[in-house]
């Protein structure tokens, strides 16, 4: 079962943009974290953030965590035709031994 | 970097044969996971080993679906009949710290049943 729905599905941008995607989720959780998949590959570990922080940054990369909406964003700035890929969410709920439960993902395409 | 290995990459099979897929983690991680993901979908897990263990094999279909980590370090997931539905990715994932924590993806086996 999915527990996250990601917005937008698919999202298309030119390079240097910035690109913005969500992520809801319905259960309380322990952590959040965020997963790149280039096509036909594995998933890459992005950024995890922890049920109380709120933001966090890494390189390019920020993310922030509404607890009390239930949601998340990533944001990736000055965007590049490499960050071309599916972004997932999933969710530690704190209650299963690290169980992550993902969403169905956001397809991002930039544009040269 | 340490990665986590996967094999074969791209398996094709016909319906009601056996197909088996071999996971190496990255040496010391002691949680091991194996995934399912549909295309277009997220990835769903089927088992969770913590060493030797299964400490989750709530989504496994057990009546056709085996996995096995018997000396606690690699890992095999058995499909035996393979059925049309089964065509997917099957991604192994490793972690270090047990209960929480980031998951370290191998490349994946896609699976194609005819």
């Known amino acids: 079962s999915q527990q996250g729905e990601e917005d937008p599905q698919a999202l298309s941008i030119q390079e240097g943009e910035n690109a913005t995607m969500n992520c809801s989720y319905k259960?309380?959780?322990?952590?959040l974290q965020w997963y790149r998949q280039n096509s036909g590959r594995g998933l890459v570990h992005l950024i995890l953030?922890?049920?109380?922080?709120r933001e966090k940054h890494s390189g390019r990369l920020r993310v922030t965590l509404d607890t009390s909406k239930k949601s998340s964003s990533l944001l990736i700035t000055a965007s590049r035709a490499a960050d071309t890929a599916s972004y997932f969410c999933?969710?530690?709920?704190?209650?299963?031994?690290?169980?992550?439960?993902f969403g169905q993902g956001t397809i991002l395409t930039v544009h040269p | 970097e340490a990665e986590v290995a996967q094999s074969p990459r791209y398996k094709i099979t016909e319906k009601s044969q056996a197909v088996a897929f071999w996971c190496d983690p990255i040496?010391?991680?002691?949680?091991l996971y194996w995934y399912r993901q549909i295309l277009g979908q997220g990835p769903e897990l089927l088992v969770q080993?913590?060493?030797?263990?299964?400490?989750?094999d709530s989504q496994l279909p057990k009546d056709r679906f085996s996995a096995e980590r018997l000396k606690g370090v690699d890992s095999t997931l058995k499909i035996q009949p393979a059925e049309l539905g089964d065509s997917a990715m099957y991604l192994c994932?490793?972690?270090?710290?047990f209960g929480s924590g980031s998951q370290y993806f191998g490349p994946g086996t896609r699976l194609t049943v005819l």
């Open positions: 994932a490793s972690s270090f710290l």
């Open positions: 259960t309380s959780i322990n952590n």
């Open positions: 953030i922890r049920s109380n922080e």
């Open positions: 999933a969710t530690d709920s704190g209650t299963s031994y690290g169980k992550l439960t």
């Open positions: 040496s010391g991680h002691a949680t």
């Open positions: 080993f913590q060493d030797e263990s299964v400490v989750d």
